[in-house]
């Protein structure tokens, strides 16, 4: 079974090289490895060349992080696509963990990243993505609009998934293609969760997802994400007769808290104008019973935040959101009893 390894690359010259060379790096055989470089304007396409003999280099104009994936799709030729975000790495075991797991009714297959520094050096405590294996990702989709999934370079996905959903709509999905592809892919096949940790993370300053401060922009391009998110997942069930529940944007936790933060850090310019504070704090609350978060010490804060937020000042809401969304901001004593990134 032949295995691709897409990679999209836009400007990260300076982590580019050793992404690219734990994609070769791979003890799995067939594999090819496709890097996509959208319009970099830095020294990417110089350091692309020294890999023309190995790789498959396809150089475009910038579009964004949707059309690189469309492009890298139909560059590659495997049955089994990894991608893999230019500023991360994979371990050499990757691949080949993933094709051993592998079956014909897979659509995708997701695992753990570590998460490492600007120069590569382990976070300790910090993890992306680890799943709990029993989780039903197609029941937790269809009940909460959304799908527990690492970032790209946490996934693989199967050719057949690929070509339902691809290409997708370049312009809305300009950033976090992958939630498009993590959305849709439980609508056409099993997603397994790997217990393993197969690559690495890179959190540095140029990070969309990895804030070190809360701002309105930020919290409302969440929202926007959500909105996109929801949108496509209604049309895309709505063509293989998949029925999506109409208040699917009020029955996600996690969405939940963006939207009364938001809501809360800057209320003249929330997007969403029917929203109600009382409203959200208690489809909050009632959100921490279903599938996520899995532990009840999380579930227990979690109702707690919600409540604090419908009272506090908001001078204080806005401190309870910087708690809640910049885990690292924590004291040590709430991150000792909920974990790091919990």
């Given at each position: 079974m032949l295995v691709s390894i897409v990679i999209d690359n836009y400007n990260y010259g300076r982590y580019l090289g050793a992404c690219v060379e734990s994609a070769l790096a791979q003890t799995y055989e067939p594999l090819e490895v496709v890097v996509?470089?959208?319009?970099?304007?830095?020294?990417?396409?110089?350091?692309?060349?020294?890999?023309?003999s190995r790789t498959t280099v396809?150089?475009?104009?910038?579009?964004?992080?949707?059309?690189?994936?469309?492009?890298?799709f139909e560059a590659s030729h495997g049955e089994v696509i990894l991608f893999l975000d230019a500023d991360d790495r994979l371990d050499p075991e990757t691949a080949a963990t993933v094709a051993r797991h592998w079956q014909p009714d897979v659509a995708k297959v997701q695992y753990g990243l570590r998460m490492i520094d600007e120069?590569?050096?382990?976070?300790?405590?910090?993890?992306?993505g680890t799943i709990d294996p029993a989780l039903e990702p197609r029941e937790w989709l269809l009940r909460t609009g959304s799908s527990p999934?690492?970032?790209?370079?946490?996934?693989?996905?199967?050719?057949?998934?690929?070509?339902?959903?691809?290409?997708?709509?370049?312009?809305?999905?300009?950033?976090?293609?992958?939630?498009?592809?993590?959305?849709?892919?439980?609508?056409l096949g099993r997603v397994i969760a790997l217990p393993d940790i197969l690559g690495a993370y890179r959190i540095h300053p140029d990070n969309r997802w990895v804030p070190k401060e809360i701002t309105g922009e930020r919290l409302r391009s969440h929202l926007e994400l959500d909105v996109k998110r929801f949108e496509t997942l209604e049309r895309f069930g709505a063509d293989r007769g998949v029925a999506v529940p109409r208040d699917i944007d009020l029955r996600d936790a996690r969405h939940l808290q963006w939207r009364l933060a938001s809501l809360r850090w800057d209320p003249e310019r929330h997007p969403i104008g029917s929203d109600r504070t009382w409203t959200l704090a208690l489809r909050g609350v009632r959100a921490t019973a279903?599938?996520?978060?899995?532990?009840?010490l999380t579930r227990l804060l979690m109702a707690a935040w919600?409540?604090?937020?419908?009272?506090?000042p908001r001078r204080l809401a806005r401190h309870l959101v910087r708690l809640r969304l910049l885990p690292r901001s924590r004291p040590r004593p709430l991150q000792w009893l909920i974990g790091g990134a919990g």
């Open positions: 996509v470089d959208d319009g970099s304007t830095d020294d990417s396409r110089e350091i692309l060349a020294r890999y023309a396809v150089l475009k104009e910038n579009s964004g992080q949707g059309s690189a994936l469309n492009a890298g120069e590569g050096n382990r976070l300790p405590g910090l993890v992306d999934s690492p970032s790209l370079s946490g996934t693989a996905y199967g050719r057949p998934a690929l070509e339902a959903m691809l290409p997708m709509p370049p312009d809305p999905w300009r950033i976090s293609a992958d939630a498009y592809l993590s959305t849709l892919a439980p609508i279903g599938p996520m978060p899995r532990k009840a919600f409540l604090a937020m419908a009272v506090v």
